[in-house]
């Protein structure tokens, strides 16, 4: 993981990672994950390079966590702006299927999103049942001070 060592965090950011790690061990074809706040600041990641030998030829967020965070805030600000426009209510989860792999955006109750940058041949039904058990775990845990913690803890790893 990107994420900060856990020295000095408190359980519920140390449970974070440790549930964002599995994420990233448990689902075949992840290439890098992020967590990201409503206002677009990256809380966790995984470490985008893991895979590096195993994606020669795919393109996108390649080295930064940041990217991927930046990717998963745009799509969320669209979509969530496209639902407004259409009435369509809450943005749960939004999927976007490329050429070259996949990006999956999912809501987190606190008005957080989890991304998922995947490969072409994932399978995106156990990539979305994942990425739900995640946010389902997540939800209740990140509070506000999780949030601030998480926050200051990235700031310090970069």
Not at 60 to 86: C, F, K, N
Not at 114 to 125: E, I, K
């Amino acid at each position: 993981m990107t994420a900060p060592s856990t020295y000095g965090l408190s359980t519920q950011a140390r449970n974070l990672q440790w549930l964002l790690t599995d994420l990233v061990e448990e689902v075949p074809g992840l290439l890098s994950v992020a967590v990201v706040s409503s206002d677009g600041l990256l809380l966790l990641s995984s470490d985008p390079g893991r895979q590096e030998a195993e994606r020669p030829e795919t393109k996108g967020p390649r080295g930064a966590a940041a990217d991927l965070a930046t990717i998963v805030s745009g799509l969320g600000s669209l979509t969530q702006g496209a639902a407004h426009l259409m009435d369509g209510g809450g943005v749960k989860q939004t999927m976007v299927s490329m050429e070259h792999g996949s990006v999956f955006v999912m809501a987190i109750s606190d008005g957080s999103l989890l991304g998922v940058h995947a490969t072409p041949d994932c399978d995106m039904s156990v990539v979305a049942y994942h990425m739900a058990l995640f946010v389902g775990r997540a939800g209740h845990v990140l509070t506000p001070e999780v949030r601030s913690e998480l926050r200051q803890s990235m700031e310090r790893s970069e």
